[in-house]
């Protein structure tokens, strides 16, 4: 049984004496948890730190503020020319100072979007707060439109937005990952509210700037909705078409060279072996490379049989179990597999984790009004506190303890929970309803 029902003692119980419903055990011990590890984090940095340890034990924000987005100002000057692709040692700075764009086409053009600005980190800080406000805001009124009471409501996502990790890492480097979150959580809000045309579009977009988000669209497979996942196929071809066209020179170059500069990296980045990978990597990829270098086997051979596993693995778990299974354990497979399978996988790609979690949150809160308790769902919820937690709590290498490793564990964990317990109350197949005036996050 999915579900096992518990005895309420009294009928208000869980209410303030407004009538308004507290926050359920599950969240107030995820809260409090995600309060305790945050501050542990800090108590570890700072003892690592006075013990003399290297920047990147204590300070998981050590790396160039903004670094990411500030990698590509000097590329952008040959935007639309071959040289923005090709011919690296022929400008009048060599690289690094000019690196290649690694990112598909679609993210290249947005991200020239950020370069136009007089300022393109003042541009990039103003986007995230007003996605964060926005996504606060709304967990916010879903909070309250079920009954929580309003400060409770204010500081749960308010507090948790502050102290989570991954948040931190992304605004840190300034990725455009900040850009696939905003279209992924989106798109998961309009996938929940039956706005399947809508998500799939906004999914599509998404899998046009980092290819690994079109893994979404395979939600919309069980709803039968074929109009809607080809919509998301051609947002994501007519992404990629305009891209190219508008890169330049022609779309023939700016295709060889996209692909010459991602593939290029990725190659790169799935071959390594070092200390920032075994620290912020948390692909399922980092798991096979270390028991690869504990046998023997060449890394290089394991990059298409990793694929393929992946496949496999992914299918059968969907199309035979996941299929008719709640949309919560639907949307936290499938988002827990596109963040960990990808062989370069790096932290500020957990953001993607909060729109399943906010589900999960809800279902919770849907199990306490009904006095029930839903198998598997507290193990769950309480796995997302170390995932978001910065790698500083888990990065020991004198004892061969590395966070990159961890997080693979603990997103693999996740996603066997998705796949074995059904997150359903009261045997409603949509375990989740997600208000008017909310949002997912």
Not at 29 to 37: C, D, K, L
């Amino acid at each position: 049984m999915a579900i096992k029902a518990r005895e309420r003692s009294e009928p208000e119980n869980g209410t303030t004496a407004g009538g308004r419903m507290r926050l359920p055990q599950l969240l107030q011990s995820f809260w409090a948890w995600s309060g305790v590890v945050f501050g542990l984090t800090l108590a570890v940095a700072w003892v690592e730190y006075r013990a003399g340890y290297t920047a990147v034990n204590y300070n998981p924000l050590g790396d160039p503020l903004f670094g990411d987005l500030m990698e590509y100002p000097g590329t952008y000057q040959w935007l639309h020319t071959a040289a923005f692709f090709f011919n690296l040692s022929a400008r009048p700075v060599p690289y690094p100072l000019y690196s290649p764009v690694a990112y598909p086409p679609f993210a290249a053009m947005v991200m020239a979007g950020l370069y136009s600005a007089a300022s393109p980190v003042l541009r990039y800080l103003e986007i995230t707060a007003v996605w964060l406000a926005a996504a606060i805001w709304g967990v916010r009124r879903a909070l309250v439109r079920v009954g929580i009471n309003g400060v409770t409501a204010t500081l749960f996502p308010l507090t948790m937005a502050a102290i989570s990790f991954p948040i931190a890492r992304l605004v840190h480097e300034g990725n455009v990952e900040l850009a696939l979150w905003i279209l992924t959580a989106t798109g998961a809000w309009a996938y929940l509210k039956d706005y399947d045309d809508a998500a799939a579009v906004l999914w599509g977009l998404a899998a046009a700037m980092k290819l690994y988000p079109v893994i979404l669209l395979i939600l919309l497979l069980p709803r039968r909705r074929w109009r809607a996942f080809a919509l998301g196929v051609a947002a994501f071809v007519g992404a990629t078409a305009l891209a190219l066209w508008w890169l330049g020179p022609t779309m023939g170059v700016a295709w060889r060279g996209s692909l010459q500069n991602v593939f290029g990296y990725q190659g790169l980045r799935a071959s390594e072996w070092s200390l920032r990978e075994l620290a912020a990597n948390h692909s399922a990829f980092t798991l096979v490379k270390l028991a690869a270098m504990m046998t023997g086997v060449p890394l290089a051979r394991l990059t298409l049989p990793y694929y393929g596993f992946g496949a496999v693995a992914m299918g059968a778990a969907f199309f035979g179990r996941l299929w008719k299974m709640p949309v919560a354990n639907q949307l936290l497979a499938v988002t827990a597999f596109m963040v960990m399978f990808p062989p370069v996988a790096y932290f500020h790609t957990l953001v993607h984790m909060y729109a399943p979690l906010v589900v999960l949150l809800f279902v919770a809160i849907r199990a306490e009004r009904a006095g029930v308790q839903v198998r598997g769902l507290k193990l769950t919820v309480l796995l997302f506190v170390p995932l978001f937690a910065a790698w500083t709590l888990f990065l020991f290498p004198r004892v061969y303890v590395f966070d990159g490793l961890v997080q693979a564990a603990l997103l693999a964990a996740i996603f066997g929970c998705a796949v074995m317990f059904p997150f359903v109350v009261d045997g409603a197949k949509k375990s989740v309803h997600v208000p008017e005036t909310g949002g997912v996050g």
